[in-house]
């Protein structure tokens, strides 16, 4: 539930000078962060539920040389960027619209609208904070991949980043489509569920697509989170980059983008 106490002074924050934006986008971030960390279901399944899927995989599979899908790589070493893929798809599906539907539900978003802070702030915040949580629980399976099961990575790391980036962004602006048509924040819950779960199970996020039937297989390619999967982990192993992937979520970005701004409703 929303901590209404941190948000009882949206007129202390102004945006007549650009150093004044910065301050408000700064001080509406923090708001937002420390919203998040009061989260508990968000806070477990973006950072918590990725570190214990990794930590099972090592334990049931390990991360011998061979045991993945290239003989020189291990299982860990291929599904950690899938895990990563399930980290951006909690964030984008589940956190953003639960979270700005309930804003909105509360007369949260009334209230910021009707203060001198430009929308852009808010929204640049929510964004930058989903983005943060997401980037945070990326690292949180890197370093238990690293420290606990000998990870392996032999791509480049800005262009891991870079693909990391528009793939976050990208899932960020569908989860804003959500929020803006979900009535309430029930709804936006239930709707990103049924958008997240069966592809997160269908997609190779959680479990490698060759274990599953063919016709599985077929279907999971026509699957936005199966890209993203794509997409890391061939970034991960130095593959290169996958170009479908690339348009996949591109396409994500600037039409999400696009139908949300005109979509979004403050009340």
């Known amino acids: 539930m929303q901590d209404s106490t941190v948000l009882t002074q949206p007129t202390a924050i102004h945006t007549t000078t650009k150093g004044q934006l910065w301050r408000s986008f700064g001080r509406m971030t923090w708001i937002q962060l420390k919203l998040y960390s009061r989260e508990p279901i968000a806070f477990f399944f973006t950072l918590i539920f990725p570190v214990l899927l990794l930590a099972m995989y090592g334990i049931i599979w390990g991360n011998a040389p061979g045991s993945g899908y290239y003989q020189d790589y291990g299982y860990i070493d291929m599904q950690l960027p899938a895990l990563t893929a399930v980290i951006i798809g909690t964030v984008g599906l589940m956190s953003v619209p639960v979270s700005v539907a309930t804003n909105r539900e509360q007369k949260i978003l009334r209230r910021f609208k009707a203060t001198p802070m430009r929308p852009l702030t808010y929204i640049a915040a929510d964004v930058a ?121 591109l396409a994500m970005l600037i039409v999400g983008t696009l139908v949300s701004a005109r979509l979004f409703r403050w009340e």
């Open 129 to 249: 904070v989903n983005y943060l949580v997401a980037l945070v629980g990326m690292a949180a399976v890197i370093v238990v991949g690293a420290l606990v099961f000998n990870l392996r990575f032999a791509g480049s790391l800005p262009a891991f980043f870079v693909g990391f980036t528009l793939a976050t962004l990208a899932f960020i602006a569908i989860g804003y489509i959500v929020a803006s048509l979900a009535p309430t924040a029930r709804v936006a819950q239930v709707v990103g569920q049924l958008i997240f779960f069966p592809m997160m199970f269908l997609s190779g996020a959680t479990l490698p697509l060759f274990l599953m039937p063919e016709g599985v297989q077929q279907v999971a390619q026509w699957l936005p989170l199966t890209q993203l999967v794509v997409l890391l982990q061939e970034l991960w192993l130095g593959v290169g980059w996958n170009m479908t992937a690339v348009v996949v979520l």
